[in-house]
């Protein structure tokens, strides 16, 4: 069975860096895509980026372009989301999802496959 584990949330100050990590275990994920999400209660979750397994092509939500990248290392299955100048507007709970077949141009907006449990940042003012 496909399972997704999120790590590296914490509690930082404006202006810090984070490293979250997504590992994949389970199945194969030479052709697939993994994305990260965020939600805060009340809210509706939010894209953040998305990446591609075979080609690293990237995707990001304007709110985090400039500051947050992802990343990939096929040879561990794990995915990355590199935060930096964290905003006390990051603050949410982080999820990372899989798409089995990443095709089309919006292929990181719907029809996730697996999802993570998440991973919460709190980032204080």
């Known amino acids: 069975q496909v399972e997704l584990v999120e790590s590296g949330g914490g509690l930082v100050q404006a202006g810090d860096s984070l490293r979250l990590s997504c590992a994949a275990s389970?199945?194969?994920?030479?052709?697939?895509?993994m994305v990260w999400f965020r939600q805060t209660p009340g809210k509706e979750r939010e894209f953040v980026a998305a990446?591609?397994?075979?080609?690293?092509?990237?995707y990001y939500a304007d709110s985090v372009k400039g500051r947050f990248t992802i990343s990939r290392d096929n040879a561990k299955n794990t995915v990355y989301l590199q935060m930096n100048s964290l905003k006390p507007e990051d603050t949410a709970v982080y999820y990372c999802?899989?798409?089995?077949?990443?095709?089309?141009?919006?292929?990181?907006?719907?029809?996730?496959?697996?999802w993570g449990k998440g991973t919460l940042v709190t980032v204080s003012s």
């Open positions: 990446i591609s397994w075979s080609r690293g092509s990237t």
């Open positions: 389970g199945g194969t994920f030479s052709y697939s895509g």
């Open positions: 999802a899989l798409k089995n077949v990443p095709l089309g141009s919006t292929w990181y907006s719907y029809g996730m496959d697996h």
